[in-house]
C-alpha cells in the first residue's frame, strides 16, 4: 500500500471513529468491538507507515547535507534527531511513555484513537495519583474509580479534563474569570468540549466525584445509579421468569419473561449563582465552588426524583419516583380515623399501626424481601409513626429517642423533605404520605460532564437593562430518572378514598 493511501485510510477511521462519538445511539455495549477493530487498523497503518516515513526522512536528510556543504549548518546532529524522533514515534517508545504517564497523546484520546481498555487504564492511575496529592478526597476517589472503570468513555472525559494544564486553567478561569483566567481557559480549556461554557475538571464534577454521604436527596441514595455519555440510557424491564416444575420427560413450557424497554433521557438542570462585584473579588470561588454546587444540586434533584412530571427527550425534568407510579400502586389506609397518616397520633394499638403494617404487606415478597427495600417518607410523618409507640415497648420503631430512626420494621427509613408534609384524602399524588419499595428498581441517570459560564454584568430587568452591579456564574448538568418495575413500589396517603 502507497504512503497517501495509508494517509487517507487513516483520515477515513478518524472520521468514522469522530462520527460515532457524536451519535447519541453509540455504546461501549454494541459498538466498543467495532471502535477496537478500527482502532487496531490505524494502529497496523502506524506500523507500515514508519519505515516509510523514516526513509523519506534519511533521502531528505542526506539532500539538506548536500545542499549544506557536508552538513556546515548541523544537518548531521539535526537529522539524527529527526530520525529518531520519527523512529521513536513508530516504534516502541509512545507505548513506554503510555505507561508511564497517562495523559501522553491526549489528541489520541480526544480523537477516539485509543482503545477503552488503555482509557480505562490510564484514568484510574490519574485517579490514583490524584487521591495521593489530595485533589480527591477518598470517598470521591472510591466513586470516580468506579465510574471510570464502568465506561471508557467516561475514563475518557476523565483524561481530558483532568491533566494538569486544564485542572490549573479551570482554576484561573474562577478566581479571575475576566483576566489572565479568561486567557487561560480559552487556550487550554477547549480540550474538553462543551457548548456554551467549560467542562468542569472531573476532580469537581459533581456527576463523577460527588457521594450520597451528607446528601438530603434519598432518592440518589437508595437508586439504582447510572451513568452515561450520550442523550439517552437503555435499560429493560420486566415482570420476572416464570418458572415451573417439570415431571420426567415432560415437556418444557415457554417461560420467556414480558421484557419490555425503558429510556431514561437525562434532563437538563441549572444552578444560578450570583453576587456583587465586591463579593466576587473578596471570596475564593475556586475552593467554595464544590459545595455551592452539590448544595444547590441536591436540593432541585431530590424534589425532581420525588415528583418531577417528566417530559420529551429534550425538555422537561427527571420523572419522580410518584409520577412514575401513579394511582395503580396506591394502598389505602385502613384502621380508624386515628392514624399514622391521617395527622393525629393514635396509641400503642391504634390505627396508625394498621395503615403501616398494609402498607408494608402490600408490597409483593419478591420486593419486600430484597436488600434495596426502604421508606421514605416526610419529617412530618416519621413523627407521627414515631408517636405510635411513644415508649418503645412494642418495639415498632427502632432508635425512637435520636434522630431519624434508621429502621421502620427491620427496613431502612429515609427522609424525603418534598413528600407533603400535610397528608389528606384521595388519590392525589400530592397527599403522598409514605413510599415503600425496592428501590433498586428506581434509576438515576447521569449525564457525565458538567459546564460552567461566567457572566461579568448583570442587568436589571428594569428599564434601559441597567447594570445591577452583580456578576453570576451559570453551570448546569444533565440527570434523569425513573421507575423500571411499577409494581417494586406501594405509596399512601392515609384516610379513605
Known amino acids: 500500500m502507497r504512503l497517501q493511501e495509508m494517509l487517507d485510510r487513516q483520515a477515513a477511521i478518524r472520521t468514522e471513529l469522530s462520527a460515532m462519538d457524536a451519535d447519541p445511539a453509540t455504546t461501549e455495549e454494541g459498538d466498543g468491538n467495532i471502535r477496537d477493530t478500527l482502532i487496531d487498523e490505524y494502529e497496523a497503518l502506524e506500523k507500515l507507515k514508519a519505515p516509510v516515513i523514516q526513509r523519506m526522512e534519511k533521502i ?20 539524527g534527531g529527526e530520525v529518531q524522533r520519527w523512529a521513536g514515534g513508530a516504534g516502541g517508545t ?10 501522553a497523546e491526549l489528541d489520541k484520546v480526544r480523537d477516539g484513537l485509543v482503545r477503552g481498555s488503555d482509557m480505562v487504564a490510564r484514568s484510574l492511575s490519574v485517579i490514583e495519583l490524584h487521591a495521593k496529592r489530595g485533589l480527591l478526597l477518598d470517598d470521591r476517589a472510591e466513586e470516580a474509580t468506579r465510574k471510570v472503570a464502568s465506561n471508557p468513555l467516561i475514563a475518557r472525559h476523565a483524561l481530558l479534563t483532568g491533566h494538569d494544564e486544564y485542572v490549573d486553567a479551570f482554576t484561573a478561569y474562577l478566581n479571575d474569570p475576566m483576566g489572565e483566567g479568561l486567557r487561560a481557559a480559552q487556550r487550554s480549556l477547549t480540550l474538553g468540549t462543551a457548548s456554551g461554557g467549560f467542562l468542569l475538571p472531573y476532580v469537581l464534577d459533581p456527576t463523577i466525584v460527588i457521594t450520597s454521604d451528607g446528601s438530603i436527596n434519598p432518592y440518589r441514595a437508595l437508586a439504582e445509579v447510572k451513568t452515561t455519555t450520550s442523550n439517552a440510557w437503555q435499560g429493560v424491564n ?6 415451573g416444575w417439570l415431571d420426567e420427560g415432560g415437556q418444557a413450557t415457554d417461560n420467556t419473561p414480558v421484557a419490555g424497554q425503558i429510556q431514561i433521557y437525562p434532563k437538563k438542570a441549572a444552578a444560578w449563582i450570583i453576587a456583587s462585584f465586591e463579593s466576587n473579588a473578596d471570596t475564593n470561588f475556586a475552593d467554595q465552588l464544590p459545595r455551592l454546587l ?38 389505602k389506609a385502613g384502621g380508624s380515623a386515628v392514624s399514622a397518616f391521617t395527622g393525629t397520633a393514635g396509641g400503642a394499638n391504634g390505627g396508625g399501626v394498621a395503615d403501616v403494617m398494609a402498607l408494608n404487606s402490600a408490597l409483593g415478597a419478591r420486593f419486600r424481601m430484597s436488600a434495596s427495600v426502604a421508606w421514605v417518607m416526610n419529617i412530618t410523618n416519621i413523627n407521627r409513626v414515631r408517636s405510635i409507640d411513644q415508649y418503645g415497648g412494642g418495639g415498632f420503631l427502632a432508635n425512637l429517642a435520636q434522630g431519624q430512626p434508621p429502621n421502620l420494621l427491620d427496613k431502612p427509613l429515609r427522609e424525603s423533605p418534598s ?37 461579568p454584568l448583570i ?12 456578576q453570576g456564574w451559570f453551570y448546569y448538568w444533565r440527570v434523569g430518572s425513573d421507575v423500571a418495575t411499577p409494581n417494586a413500589f406501594r405509596w399512601a396517603t392515609g384516610g379513605t378514598a
Open 294 to 331: 452539590a448544595d444547590s444540586k441536591d436540593i432541585l434533584e431530590e424534589t425532581a426524583m420525588a415528583r418531577g412530571t417528566g417530559g420529551v427527550a429534550n425538555a422537561g425534568q427527571p420523572k419522580g419516583v410518584l409520577t412514575a407510579l401513579g394511582t395503580a400502586q396506591q394502598v
Open 459 to 470: 442587568k436589571s430587568a428594569g428599564t434601559a437593562n441597567m447594570p445591577s452591579g452583580n
Open 419 to 455: 413528600l407533603t408534609q400535610t397528608p389528606g384524602t384521595g388519590t392525589a399524588l400530592a397527599a403522598a404520605a409514605a413510599v415503600f419499595g425496592d428501590w433498586s428498581k428506581f434509576y438515576v441517570v447521569d449525564r457525565i460532564g458538567s459546564t460552567m459560564l461566567f457572566d
Open 60 to 79: 531528505n536528510l542526506i539532500k539538506r547535507n548536500a545542499s549544506d556543504g557536508a552538513g556546515q549548518n548541523g544537518g548531521g546532529q539535526g537529522g
Open 238 to 243: 420486566s415482570a420476572g421468569v416464570q418458572m
Open 94 to 103: 509512545p507505548e513506554f511513555m503510555t505507561r508511564l504517564d497517562p495523559f
